[in-house]
């Protein structure tokens, strides 16, 4: 699953990226100069790639793009674009052949039908769809929200999303904080997040993506950022939505 994600400030807009499996640091140096074709945009401010670190392989499923049938364990080629409600008809009626996938937040849409609901279902029957959550908290301490982890497993299924990700942070506490916390570079978070992972796993019944964080600071840290990642990659057994703006901002500040 080699996915990227590239978005300006004025539109979210997107590239696929092929990244060696091998070694993590080593991805995180290649992700942001290999791509499988140049972008169309002459702006970037944000780039992403999902890297699958996998004791297995992916499991197949199919995925309807138009009136063809895609191969979710291959990368999407092309360029894609994250959707809002703001242009989804707009975005409908001018079907641009340039986006070749759709991203959405899961948790906008669990519970929307009507007119909305059916705007997406016509966006989805065109464009392989693309799911990265902001509220799975998978670094806290409370409790997994498992009606929020079904929902999108149903969602997910019902859509034929190929990927699912959230965030490697936390983001709630006695309630939500609104903001994507990180979590501290030491081998208990580490393992306790992968146990959360499993279980998200087990209950979706497919294998999720985190992304790396954007952080200030990693006070007490144990071990380097990309050590953490791996450690929780290999415990999880999931997979991982590079940020490279986040590696790029935080090389820029050490």
């Known amino acids: 699953c080699l ?23 080593a991805s995180v140096e290649k992700a942001i100069v290999v791509a499988t074709r140049p972008l169309k945009r002459a702006s970037v401010g944000k780039a992403s790639v999902v890297v699958t670190v996998a004791k297995k392989p992916l499991a197949r499923a199919n995925v309807v793009k138009g009136n063809a ?32 996938f759709i991203e959405i937040a899961p948790e906008n849409w669990l519970r929307v039908g009507g007119r909305w609901g059916a705007a997406l279902a016509a966006a989805v029957e065109r464009y392989p769809l693309f799911l990265h959550g902001l509220s799975l908290d998978i670094g806290g301490s409370r409790p997994i929200d498992m009606e929020l982890v079904y929902g999108i497993a149903e969602f997910s299924r019902r859509h034929g999303a190929i990927v699912y990700s959230d965030h490697l942070t936390y983001c709630a506490d006695d309630g939500h904080l609104y903001d994507l916390l990180p979590i501290p570079f030491t081998e208990e978070p580490a393992r306790r997040v992968a146990a959360r992972v499993r279980q998200v796993q087990d209950a979706m019944e497919m294998r999720i993506a985190l ?13 380097d950022e990309a ?8 415990e999880a057994d999931c997979d991982l939505l590079l940020d490279v703006n986040n590696i790029w901002a935080h090389a820029r500040a050490a």
């Open 3 to 25: 996915v990227a994600r590239t978005e300006p400030k004025a539109a979210a807009v997107k590239a696929n990226v092929v990244v060696t499996k091998q070694n993590l640091k």
């Open 69 to 100: 049938v895609a191969d979710a364990a291959r990368p999407t080629g092309g360029a894609g674009l994250g959707l809002r409600r703001s242009f989804l008809h707009e975005f409908n009626a001018r079907a641009p052949e340039e986006v070749d």
């Open 211 to 223: 992304e790396n964080a954007s952080y200030y600071a990693a006070p007490g840290a144990e071990m």
């Open 227 to 234: 050590t953490f990642i791996r450690l929780v990659l290999e």
